[in-house]
């Protein structure tokens, strides 16, 4: 450096007027550029610290895998809580009205049809009764239908009292969720050989 500031053939005094200015241009840029960044590393550190957090619980959620597979197995083996092909959602309704008290003069079966506002697992059948009963027994229908170890609910319910005042008269839209039967999987040795 200092031939360099021999070559501009200062004075000692015009020197250390230089080295003085150029000191007070470096603080300046050091507070203009390099001041603003020095909360970047705490912020960086953070980050680090809930990446390393992040990092332990996804690898905690992979050991407990398994855990999960045989859950889900068993709750696969488990067909009781949907509807199968065989429990017809009217069969089961007219056990349940008669099992109550609650009389039905008129069962209107829905076809079969996939919704697209359920899942692709599902599909959705609906049931409309027409029924005449009392308040008791209507609401133990509905309380022994729901406790009915099956996915039936009430989509839409209609009531009114009849003309003379004493029971309830209407309608109720039950719907029940059947579970799709899943296409046969292809083997994986021939998905491999088509890539």
Do not use: C
């Not at 509807?83 to 009389?103: C, D, F, H, M, P």
């Not at 039905?104 to 919704?115: K, Q």
């Not at 133990?140 to 839409?156: D, G």
Request: aromatic share 8%; proline share 5%.
């Amino acid at each position: 450096m200092n031939s360099y500031l021999d070559k501009l053939n200062l004075r000692p005094q015009e020197r250390r007027l230089l080295v003085l200015v150029g000191l007070i241009v470096f603080v300046v840029l050091n507070f203009w550029f390099v001041r603003p960044h020095f909360k970047d590393w705490q912020e960086m550190r953070a980050k680090l610290a809930q990446a390393e957090k992040n990092l332990t619980a996804y690898k905690t959620e992979i050991a407990r895998m398994p855990a999960y597979e045989a859950r889900l197995k068993h709750l696969q083996s488990t067909g009781s809580e949907i509807l199968s092909e065989e429990l017809q959602l009217q069969r089961i309704v007219q056990t349940q009205a008669s099992s109550t008290g609650v009389l039905v003069t008129r069962y209107t079966p829905n076809p079969r049809s996939s919704s697209a506002q359920t899942n692709r697992f599902f599909e959705e059948q609906l049931l409309s009764i027409d029924f005449n009963t009392g308040a008791n027994e209507l609401v133990n229908f509905l309380v022994s239908l729901a406790s009915a170890n099956s996915m039936i609910r009430v989509r839409e319910m209609n009531v009114k009292p009849d003309p003379s005042q004493t029971k309830l008269v209407g309608t109720i839209t039950f719907v029940a969720n059947y579970q799709k039967k899943s296409p046969p999987a292809k083997p994986a040795a021939l998905t491999a050989r088509k890539k």
